[in-house]
């Protein structure tokens, strides 16, 4: 803890007269004007937040500290030597610091993690007492404030001891904690849901991502483990404005602790329009596979599944986005996974056909801005190849990986000293009455 916490601070310094700088002589230009269409739009493209940890851009995807992720599948540390993966709490420390992480700084931080990971018997006893068709992300979310009670944070600021200027010490203390501890939360969520509370133990001796991967115990390949450890890296974050992120950060603003904070950005996770897609996507694909008596499509075949679906009034779940303008990286990664480990599989190959068939459907449209697929169209085609099918479970594996960004990004929220936030809203008729009719 005292290294990542120096070198956080060292980059703080670093950037800390910059910030300054922007703040004294340049507070009042303008980053652009907000129109009618944005206001009403969901806020799309208005530049009002600001997130260290990642910046998104709509036709490169995600970069992690200025890093594409294929750049930072080939530089993060490995959990093996055979492995191609580069390991997500890995991406944290980058997140965190702005460096990749050594070999021994990733041993040393999974170390602290594992110390971490103990979930006291009052999360436990309430996760085990609930019922089994409960969503596992209303699961999660409840779990998470299970654990709030043990946060450092709270605990320092209830003291009425802790400086403003120590705040993020404690973020960063209860993120740790809470990035160790959401991994055995979400694999006892899945044992007690789809395995009569079986539970296994967990292994020391692995990795984070590894770990997670040997307590839901579907599957002890190493190329499980790996897709998990892809799966954890790719989705960790996508910088702050996409409703997790963002939810995480609003309620922070009010230095609510983290576990209060998470728990919040869990629920926006649990979505359909945002992680939910991921299980919706799975369930879209099994029913056509289905529908269509397992036999491989034809691109006709897809486009009129496409265009059955929207006629029913439904999204196609796994394509579009708020700001991406062409295929995820992230589905293009786990694309090159999937070809180099399981090309035939039969759901990988309708995933692949959709590909093809679906954007146009959704181009014709005139209306959808992206018509090609995001991460969601194949993270859960490659989890149930290794036996992970139980498809409402898919956004818990996404709400781990999250943690890694919105807990990075938390810290570094209280780092910078930002306000509480709170946006102007106005009212249909004030619109009315501002803008020029004439
Ligand atoms: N299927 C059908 N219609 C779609 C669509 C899709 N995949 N994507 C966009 N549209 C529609 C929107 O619903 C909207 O229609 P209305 O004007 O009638 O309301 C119109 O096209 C314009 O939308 P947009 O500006 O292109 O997209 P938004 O920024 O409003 O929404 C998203 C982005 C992701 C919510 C949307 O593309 C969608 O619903 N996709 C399917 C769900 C999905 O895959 N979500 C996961 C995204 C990744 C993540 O957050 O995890």
Redesign the pocket.
Known sequence: VATLQGKIKALAEKKGPAFQKLKKEHGDDSLGEVTVNMCI??A?GIKCLVSETSLLDPMEGIRYRGRTLEECNQQLPKASATSKVGLPEASFWLLLTDEIPTDAEVKALNEELHKRATLPESTTKLIDSLPKDMHPMTQLSMGLLSLQPTSSFQKNYRSGTMKKTDYWVHVLDDSLSLVAQISPLAARIFRNVYFDGKHIPADPSLDWAGNYAHMLGVNNSEAFKDITRLYLMLHAD?EGG??SAHTTHLVGSALSDPYLSYSAGVNGLAG????L??Q??LRWLKNTHATLGGKEPTIDELTKFAKD??ASG?????????VLRKTDPRYMIQRDFAEANFPDDPLFKLANACYKAIPPV?EA?G????PWP????LSGTCMQYYNLDQEDYYTVV?AVSRSLGCMSNMVWSRLMGLPIERPKSVTVDWLVNHVDWS
């Open positions: 739009g969901g799309r996508h996409n409703v359909p329009l945002h992680g897609a991921n919706e996507c679906t929207l439904k999204v196609i779940p796994g394509f579009g986005h708020g959704l449209t209306k959808v801005k992206n995001n991460v969601d169209a996404f």
